[in-house]
């Protein structure tokens, strides 16, 4: 943070104090329209034009006759003083940033959840590549260098859900290892950018394949593995400088932070090292410390077992949870165990952003909701610290989006401008037939067939015939074209599984306007009874929803 001098402040300025000490007898506004007025003390109080009745464009001649050394004594003084501190002196790079992440308290969310006790937020996303995983992306790099493992030129690949990857990238970009990351397509593009920005190659993997196959992160990244020459897999998964990244300087940091005392830790889990590490150093400090455990809906993290019986196989925060337990996981190291659910983590993370100000990830959400249950137990003075592991620049197409959050049915979408036609059923709007292919069809052929037919996508299906996603002309000539996948391999492997959808029974024209301010169509779905599958019945684009809206409209002007 930089720090801003006196002569900064002042130059800024656009009074003097000769000048605010003659302003002082004349009238309250002045010429050029600025409004001036006394308080209580007798203090001058700006009143910026820009809120009052009056507006000046900003180019009014700066009036500052600010001079080096000005004296304060005697002379009525309007500026405001903020204190600076100096945290570090130069560093030698950015890795050296790593760490040292600021604490604070939250104030609006724990007031308006009845609590009592302090909860102090641990800002991870302050590390400088934009999470907590920097800590042990330079961790596992520095270890592996010690043992002779990584050498210059080395190509370092890492199944990651995209921080480790970023963390990676970062330390790679300095160091000059080549890197590669595998991870799953449900992960941000925001991620992908970032890495790319870094100098990473992104390999992603399908959302419906499961994490040890063939099609996974761990099976594609061995698959790498083998190919390239003078390549090393970190894998943070079973790595234990992991765990002890946390357990050397995380722990140690909220420990120090809280002036030893603390109640309640509330932490997620993805790989688990921060859950493993910070639990192992405070059952050694303060083994009193309740360690609280955070596992989406759809994972198989928490403790017992039968807390993760569910039929849900997806979950949207990002960062945490797993289809298996991961090594580097000592689930004992939790006192207790919270499972999160989309719509609490998002909203949450809607709320930290909007009523605290932390500009935070999906995972923090979790956290926080988790937190909130465990903080109505604690008394005043006691301290609850919980994990704000990622920021909100990885999210910003995602959960930060109105549309996006109203598309998967977080949010309601508000009918602002009051249209007619807003709550209307689907099923108003004539919607196209879409075609659709099986998943093993090949890549060319689909690009013919679209071809011929004239059409934009298509959707393709399972061989139970429900939806496996679809496929736009676009993307595939794009992932052609790009090398990702061969036209003569099978289309499921340039399929989007996260496509824009609705369905025919429930779904609202709202809605739908909604998505298609983001998206090129919508896929209007039938869902399958009890079987969790869905058959695509049609597709709608907003010329579709437009002609709608105008034909009722024309048909309404004539009665
Ligand atoms: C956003 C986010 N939150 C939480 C975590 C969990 O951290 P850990 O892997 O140490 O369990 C991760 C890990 O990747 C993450 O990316």
Redesign the pocket.
Known sequence: MSALSDDTILSECPYSHEVIEKEKKIADISDDGVHTHYNAKGQLVYVAPINGETFVIPDAPRRCTWTKNAKQDGVFFPHTYQNWKRSEKIQDNVLQLIGNTPMVKLNSIPKKAGVKCNVYAKLEYFNPGG???DR?ANRIIQDAEKQGLLKPGMTIIEP?????GVGVALASAIKGYKCIIVMCEKMSNEKVAVMQALGARLIKTPITADSYSAEGIFGVANRLHKEIPDSLILD?FSNPG?PLA?YDTTAEEIWDQCDHKVDALVL????????TGISRKFRELSPQTKIVGVDPVGSVFAVPDSLNKTDVTFFEV???GYDFVPT??DQTGADHWVKSNDQESLTMARRLIREEGLLC????GAAVSAAMKIAVHLKEGQNLVVII??SIR?YLTKFVSDNWMEARGFQISKNVNKHWWWENAVSKVKFRKIDTLPSNETCDNVLAIMRKLNVDQVAVLKPDGNILGTVTKSHLINNILAKNVLPTQKIENCTLRIFPKINCNTGRLGLISRILEKDSYVIITESCGHSKGEKPLGVVDINDLYDYICKAENAMSWK
């Open positions: 999470s907590i995983k042990i990651s859900s995209g921080n480790t943070q992991n946390h997620g889990a993805g790989t688990g090292g921060t859950l990002e960062g945490l580097s996981l990830g999906t995972s923090s592991p990622d990885n």
